[in-house]
């Protein structure tokens, strides 16, 4: 099986998935995990990115990325992303999270990667943007509510920052409302907001949780009034 790598690493992630009461599941796991570690060890992208995460997942940091930034090597630009999410959160070595993030952004266009690069040079940086934009156009939605900020708060470009807003809107992701609530000021602050329902799904129970969200902008604008 060794000779068809796609079955190996395809075999290794439905058994992962299996359930784990499961004993003859189980004793085929073990078997398919030996399988993908030697085929790791031949260079093969796909399976030192399964391996990484195995590693990651049983807290083996350091071995996890090692195999990630190999599998970045072997062209899985998502190894370079993960290898430097770990120098970055573990190792707190900033410098050669962004070294790695960049190589997967500039050499193999990984919007993963672009998205941790952008977050790390931060907003000032004259980079910023080119590589915010690609992760957010490669539809990472936190990518586009970042972008959305970035254009209102840096640009005072408010129509590009509504625009960017309404892509991460209908993300089906954690940023999705707290960007509803950014098009809901702009659309207010024009006088507009009768068109937000054109823009995003509008529904009544999703614009409740949105309500919440701007309920507690509201308190910590008024906190840092009174503390000011």
Same mark, same amino acid.
């Given at each position: 099986?060794?000779?068809?790598?796609?079955?190996? &690493?395809? @075999? !290794?992630?439905?058994?992962?998935?299996?359930?784990?009461?499961?004993?003859?599941?189980?004793?085929?796991?073990?078997?398919?995990?030996?399988?993908?570690? &030697?085929?790791? *060890?031949?260079?093969?992208?796909?399976?030192? !990115?399964?391996?990484?995460? !195995?590693?990651?997942?049983?807290?083996?940091? @350091?071995?996890?990325?090692?195999?990630? #930034?190999?599998?970045?090597?072997?062209?899985?630009?998502?190894?370079?992303?993960?290898?430097?999410?770990? !120098?970055?959160? #573990?190792?707190?070595?900033?410098? @050669?999270?962004?070294?790695? +993030?960049?190589?997967?952004?500039?050499?193999?266009?990984?919007?993963?990667?672009?998205?941790?690069?952008?977050?790390?040079?931060?907003?000032?940086?004259?980079?910023?943007?080119?590589?915010?934009?690609?992760?957010?156009?490669?539809?990472?939605?936190?990518?586009?509510?970042?972008?959305?900020?970035?254009?209102?708060?840096?640009?005072?470009?408010?129509?590009?920052?509504?625009? +960017?807003?309404? &892509?991460?809107?209908?993300?089906?992701?954690?940023?999705?409302? +707290?960007?509803?609530?950014?098009?809901? =000021? #702009?659309?207010?602050?024009?006088?507009?907001?009768?068109?937000? *329902? =054109?823009?995003?799904?509008?529904?009544?129970?999703?614009?409740?949780?949105?309500?919440?969200?701007?309920? @507690?902008?509201?308190?910590?604008?008024?906190?840092?009034?009174?503390?000011?």
């Amino acid at each position: 099986m060794l000779s068809d790598p796609y079955a190996v &690493v395809t @075999q !290794y992630q439905i058994l992962c998935a299996a359930p784990k009461n499961d004993r003859i599941l189980a004793l085929e796991l073990h078997d398919s995990l030996h399988r993908l570690k &030697v085929l790791a *060890s031949t260079g093969c992208g796909l399976a030192l !990115y399964e391996v990484a995460k !195995y590693l990651e997942e049983r807290g083996k940091y @350091q071995e996890a990325k090692i195999a990630y #930034i190999e599998a970045g090597d072997a062209g899985i630009a998502n190894g370079y992303a993960h290898g430097g999410r770990i !120098y970055n959160a #573990i190792d707190k070595d900033k410098k @050669q999270a962004e070294a790695i +993030w960049r190589i997967g952004a500039e050499k193999l266009d990984n919007p993963r990667c672009c998205s941790y690069l952008a977050n790390v040079l931060r907003e000032k940086h004259p980079e910023y943007e080119k590589f915010m934009t690609k992760a957010a156009a490669s539809g990472i939605p936190n990518a586009a509510y970042n972008l959305g900020n970035f254009y209102c708060h840096y640009k005072n470009d408010l129509e590009m920052g509504k625009e +960017w807003f309404v &892509v991460a809107a209908v993300a089906d992701d954690a940023a999705a409302d +707290w960007a509803v609530a950014n098009l809901k =000021s #702009i659309l207010r602050g024009q006088k507009r907001l009768g068109e937000i *329902s =054109s823009l995003i799904n509008a529904a009544p129970d999703r614009m409740a949780k949105v309500e919440k969200l701007e309920e @507690q902008l509201d308190h910590v604008g008024k906190v840092k009034k009174q503390g000011s």
